[in-house]
């Protein structure tokens, strides 16, 4: 069964941390292209970073640049986004989907374009 199951959310101060996983199970992350999306109430799903297995190459929104890595451990097929420094925007829902594997210098921004999506694990960052 192709599956991506995403953990590790909760409630934070601002300026925090918090380490989201994303295990896939049925299907190697060789060959895909992992996203990271943030959704908030009434809006879109919003890329916050991607990653792409072998060469690792790796892309950040802008708001999240210096702040958020993503990382992959390809034994355990799954991948990681350390958040630091956290701040009430980056509040949302965050979920892992996947897309073939690119190479592009940026990520895909269209969700429509990944499939297998987790459940979403839930992200706040509040006083």
């Known amino acids: 069964q192709l599956q991506l199951v995403e953990s590790g959310g909760g409630l934070v101060q601002p300026g925090g941390s918090l380490r989201l996983s994303c295990a896939a199970s049925g299907f190697t992350l060789d060959y895909y292209t992992i996203g990271w999306f943030r959704q908030v109430p009434g809006k879109e799903r919003y890329i916050v970073s991607c990653i792409s297995s072998g060469g690792g190459a790796t892309n950040y929104a802008d708001s999240v640049k210096g702040r958020f890595t993503v990382s992959g451990d390809n034994a355990k097929n799954t991948v990681y986004l350390q958040m630091n420094s956290l701040k009430p925007e980056d509040t949302g829902v965050y979920y892992c989907?996947?897309?073939?594997?690119?190479?592009?210098?940026?990520?895909?921004?269209?969700?429509?374009?990944?499939?297998?999506w987790g459940q979403g694990t839930q992200v706040t960052v509040s006083s």
């Open positions: 989907a996947r897309v073939p594997k690119t190479y592009a210098s940026s990520c895909i921004k269209n969700p429509g374009l990944y499939d297998n």
